[in-house]
């Protein structure tokens, strides 16, 4: 399958190992059998990765008007580790203090048009 049309979300919210979980049940799935079931799921990951999802699709749409939605399918979806959130502390007993760490993703998804 050739990759019709990309999308990413960069510095998204949230750890790379939890937006995985959610990235990997739409892997391999149609634009709307994933839709779906990004509009279902209770993480708070998912609603990040409908955005992307979405985002992908309007570019599909964008470079070649005529291109039928149905036919699309989530080719490739993959989450690296963005850059941590600046650094607080929070305190500790006897003088220390522990690092507060906000965690980024960037999301990537790749469509590409399904055969047959």
Do not use: W
Not at 14 to 22: Q, S
Not at 34 to 53: H, I
Not at 70 to 82: A, C, F, H, M, T
């Amino acid at each position: 399958m050739e990759t019709l049309s990309q999308a990413s979300g960069r510095y998204v919210r949230g750890g790379a190992t939890k937006v995985r979980l959610v990235a990997d049940t739409i892997r391999g799935c149609a634009v709307s059998d994933a839709l779906g079931r990004l509009e279902l799921s209770t993480r708070r990951a998912a609603r990040d990765l409908e955005k992307v999802v979405r985002s992908a699709v309007a570019n599909a749409e964008n470079l070649d008007p005529g291109i039928d939605v149905d036919r699309l399918v989530v080719s490739e979806v993959y989450v690296d580790q963005g850059p941590s959130l600046p650094m607080r502390i929070r305190p500790q007993p006897m003088g220390r203090a522990h690092p507060i760490i906000k965690r980024t993703s960037h999301i990537t998804v790749k469509l590409a048009g399904k055969k047959g």
